[in-house]
């Protein structure tokens, strides 16, 4: 290990600049020493915008086998998790993967054989762990104050359409369906807040009731079509659902297009899109426990609501509002508890995970975030995701069949 720990950066898109970019250099243990990315363009404004000067590669191969890291933070689309922390592990570099672990069951074997194969540290990036009201509302279920909990409900609102939409995330063949690349945050705190059990059943229904062209928010005119992207859009004055990239057109305009076609503000309706815009998943655990998990990005607001219910209780919470409420089984005396802002990218939880991970491969702390758990929580999600396209309850062990 170095003095200060080497990371490089593979992806370096919105999570890896302005989470764990910036995160890196705001510290005085770690620096930046080498970025990945498949557009240079996008790469080197970046590293303009960190004020850094990384040594920039195009593929993972050419980083790991030329530089002395001590870690890679893996933030590219969630397809590309798999190889990346293959090769990484391969070179004996420590992975930090932004959630999910993999697209599928398939891929996270992969990269559990690989990591056990060379002893090094993969967490995964499921930072509503490091939340400050999660963190409370386990430490409640962990107390015994709800007793044994056997039904978890939650729902993540997400005024998430115009990022969702725009662009990779909005295909199956990037993200293995918003079941895996958003609600396997949920499924994995499912399982946390549990204590682990098994999932064993997933049923789900999802689908697209708003953002298709049907759905567009403004008169049109004749002759004037909208889009194809909201900056070239003739609308985007008048279109509520406009994404604004111009503060960042250094890396996500026409000339960092040029290199891969990668648009950012894509028309949320008009684009061509494999994912749903809104549904429910219901899981069932080996120890009798039941959750649901809603999702909808078509919200006014963002905001993760999750309530957990005991043989002695339920508690709620919100993570916009901050609160957890308590609520014991045979009394009127509620609880609640107002959790105090954090500085940092969601809620403070970026940056919390950011330094549990350095203290993880520094040895000051054990990994408690897993790759067994990034694998069920995408098992999670891969089975309903399959539920939802074959229109049945689908069985974990399905996943595991070779
Ligand atoms: N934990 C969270 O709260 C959270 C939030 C948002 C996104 N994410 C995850 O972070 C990851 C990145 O998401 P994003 O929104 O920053 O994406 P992004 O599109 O903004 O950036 C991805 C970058 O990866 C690059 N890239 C593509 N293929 C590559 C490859 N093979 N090798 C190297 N670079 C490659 C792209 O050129 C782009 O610059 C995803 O896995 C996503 O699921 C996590």
Redesign the pocket.
């Known amino acids: 290990m170095n003095e200060k720990v080497k990371f490089g950066i593979?992806?370096?898109?919105?999570?890896?600049?302005?989470?764990f970019g910036r995160m890196i250099c705001d510290r005085q243990d770690a620096e930046v020493v080498a970025m990945?990315?498949?557009?240079r363009i996008?790469?080197e404004a970046?590293a303009a915008r960190l004020k850094i000067t990384p040594n920039f590669y195009?593929?993972?191969t050419d980083m790991v086998k030329h530089e002395k890291l001590d870690a890679v933070v893996?933030?590219?689309?969630?397809f590309?998790?798999e190889?990346?922390a293959v090769e990484a592990l391969e070179a004996g570099v420590n992975v930090l993967?932004?959630?999910?672990l993999a697209t599928s069951v398939k891929g996270c074997r992969h990269i559990i054989a690989t990591a056990e194969k060379t002893g090094k540290t993969v967490m995964i990036?499921?930072?509503?762990r490091h939340n400050a009201v999660l963190k409370k509302l386990k430490k409640i279920v962990s107390e015994g104050t709800l007793g044994k909990v056997f039904l978890i409900e939650n729902r993540e609102f997400y005024d998430g359409g115009r990022?969702y939409m725009s662009?990779?995330?909005r295909s199956y063949e990037f993200?293995g369906g918003l079941w895996i690349?958003k609600g396997s945050?949920d499924f994995d705190v499912f399982q946390w807040l549990l204590d682990f059990p098994k999932p064993v059943k997933v049923s789900s229904f999802a689908g697209i009731n708003v953002l298709d062209d049907k759905h567009i928010p403004f008169e049109q005119e004749p002759g004037k079509k909208p889009g194809p992207t909201c900056h070239e859009c003739p609308y985007r004055e008048t279109c509520p659902d406009r994404y604004d990239i111009t503060d960042e057109m250094d890396?996500w305009g026409d000339e960092a297009a040029k290199l891969?076609g990668?648009r950012?503000d894509l028309c949320m309706y008009l684009s061509d899109k494999t994912v749903h815009d809104n549904g429910i998943a219901m899981v069932e655990y080996d120890n009798g426990a039941r959750a649901s998990h809603m999702e909808c990005f078509i919200t006014p607001i963002s905001d993760r609501r999750y309530t957990v219910v005991g043989e002695l209780g339920q508690a709620e919470a919100s993570l916009t509002d901050r609160i957890v409420t308590v609520r014991p089984r045979w009394s009127k005396e509620v609880v609640t508890y107002q959790i105090p802002d954090e500085r940092g990218?969601?809620g403070g939880?970026?940056p919390n995970?950011l330094d549990t991970f350095i203290k993880v491969i520094t040895g000051v702390l054990p990994n408690t975030s897993t790759t067994l758990h990034g694998m069920m929580s995408t098992a999670v999600g891969q089975a309903a995701e399959l539920s939802r396209r074959e229109n049945r309850t689908v069985f974990i062990e399905e996943l595991f069949r070779d």
């Not at 593979?10 to 989470?19: K, W």
């Not at 990945?36 to 557009?39: A, M």
């Not at 893996?74 to 969630?78: F, K, S």
């Open positions: 593979v992806g370096v898109g919105s999570r890896g600049l302005h989470a990945c990315d498949t557009n996008r790469m970046g195009g593929a993972i893996i933030t590219t689309p969630d590309y998790h190889q990346c993967i932004d959630k999910p990036g499921f930072n509503l990022t662009r990779w995330n993200c690349h945050h890396r891969d990668y950012k990218g969601h939880a970026d995970l």
